[in-house]
């Protein structure tokens, strides 16, 4: 019997000829990551078990990048901790303000995550690298301070599901980001509980891999131990640009064991919005036709790539954000904040009347930079929705890709594109 992508990847890192699902595994890590949110808590645990030093210095990162530039004197603090540690312990992987970005934008960039790795994150978007055919998982800051620790994990090796998305012709402006949550609105917020996401079939093929780290990035919210799509031409001509360690690509046999497949054609999938309060409240664009919103943000480690900014740059061009709406910009790195800027994009986004931040986590969590008051309704390209997300318990979180994000923040209500252009 064959085994996935995802077995494989825990068989060799475990040490083993093969692994089944449901089996308990101890595997080597490539990477242990947090930030300044999980990151001191688990420099704290940490500490509690008498080790000296990390594993390997060269295979944890430290990213600050929820609070930073800090918002106040808690998450100064939380910063402080996470800079102390890291010059302390010698982390190669640790970026200061000025430098840092969205981690799970970050971390790919600079060729810190590769195929073929074994990846835990105290962040539960860790999922995210599973673009690059690896394994990647968020776990709790314990289980990350132990990873630190010890440079192993122990993992239940989870069942697969097969998502393939047949092919190539998609609906204008439809992206990386309908299709996860078309995906996640067919099967739920738990329909992918502790599974393997893998995704594959000519649609995922043609995507960017901007976009189809987007879709990883938000396995999660379908309950998903990771998500995964394995490597081709697109990834190793964007992993070899970066990398600077060997890796190992992986892919699945073809007699491999998923729990269930699901087929789509991307020709049936439409531009989608995720209604209040669960990311599997996934519809056609079109049913949020009329609904007023007052804040729109564009960004994340979900769509705060080149990718997702040049679309909205297109559809904002020579328009004007509508008068009601505030619409905030989020470049998920240094790198495409510059990039964003050579190609006029900052210049089109503040003309038409957003304001443009410097990389941050900020408003997806709730934590500042575009926080909701009671009665307010955003249209966000971040990742989840739930009450109070962005802000007040009594506010509303709708989320989509950037192209209708751009279009909504003109019109001031839940849009297509073609109605602005």
């Known amino acids: 019997m064959g085994m996935t992508i995802t077995e494989k990847i825990l068989a060799e890192h475990a040490g083993l000829d093969r692994v089944v699902p449901g089996q308990l595994v101890t595997a080597q890590l490539d990477l242990a990551l947090a930030n300044d949110i999980t990151g001191p808590v688990s420099i704290r645990e940490f500490e509690k078990f008498g080790v000296e030093t990390v594993w390997d210095k060269t295979k944890v990162a430290l990213v600050p990048d929820h609070f930073t530039p800090n918002k106040d004197i808690a998450s100064a603090e939380l910063s402080k901790t996470l800079r102390e540690f890291a010059k302390k312990q010698g982390i190669v992987h640790y970026w200061e303000q000025g430098r840092v970005g969205v981690e799970h934008c970050l971390l790919p960039e600079q060729g810190v995550t590769l195929p073929g790795d074994v990846i835990i994150g105290a962040d539960s978007h860790t999922c995210t690298y599973g673009a690059l055919g690896a ?64 995704f594959t079939g000519e649609g995922i093929a043609a995507l960017s891999m901007d976009g189809r780290l987007t879709m990883c990035n938000m396995a999660v919210e379908a309950g998903a131990k990771n998500g995964i799509i394995a490597p081709d031409e697109k990834t190793l001509a964007y992993v070899n640009e970066r990398a600077k360690r060997p890796y190992k690509v992986y892919h699945s046999d073809p007699n491999a064991q998923y729990e269930e497949v699901y087929e789509w054609d991307v020709a049936d999938i439409p531009l989608q919005v995720a209604f209040p309060h669960l990311p599997e409240n996934s519809k056609p664009v079109g049913e949020g036709k009329g609904i007023k919103i007052d ?29 009601d709406v505030r619409l905030i910009v989020i470049p998920g790195t ?55 997300r962005m802000g007040h318990p009594e506010s509303e979180v709708y989320l989509s890709g950037p192209a209708v994000a751009a279009a909504s923040a003109v019109t001031g209500e839940i849009s297509h594109p073609e109605e602005v252009l």
Request: some cysteine.
């Open 295 to 323: 804040q729109v943000v564009i960004g994340s480690c979900t769509n705060g790539r080149l990718e997702d900014l040049q679309v909205a740059a297109h559809i904002l061009k020579g328009q004007k954000v509508h008068g």
């Open 334 to 388: 240094q790198e495409i904040y510059k990039q964003a800027m050579k190609e006029g994009l900052l210049d089109i986004f503040i003309d038409a009347g957003a304001v443009v931040s410097t990389p941050t986590c900020g408003p997806c969590l709730g934590g500042y930079m575009g926080i909701l008051a009671k009665g307010e309704r955003a249209l966000s390209t971040t990742n989840r929705n739930f009450v109070g």
């Open 135 to 198: 394994f990647a998982t968020g776990v709790g800051s314990t289980d990350l301070a132990a990873g630190m620790a010890t440079g192993e994990a122990w993992f239940r090796v989870p069942e697969s599901i097969k998502f393939i998305f047949k092919g190539t012709h998609f609906q204008p402006w439809v992206s990386g980001k309908d299709l996860i949550l078309y995906a996640i609105g067919k099967i739920g917020v738990d329909g992918a509980r502790y599974r393997a996401m893998e």
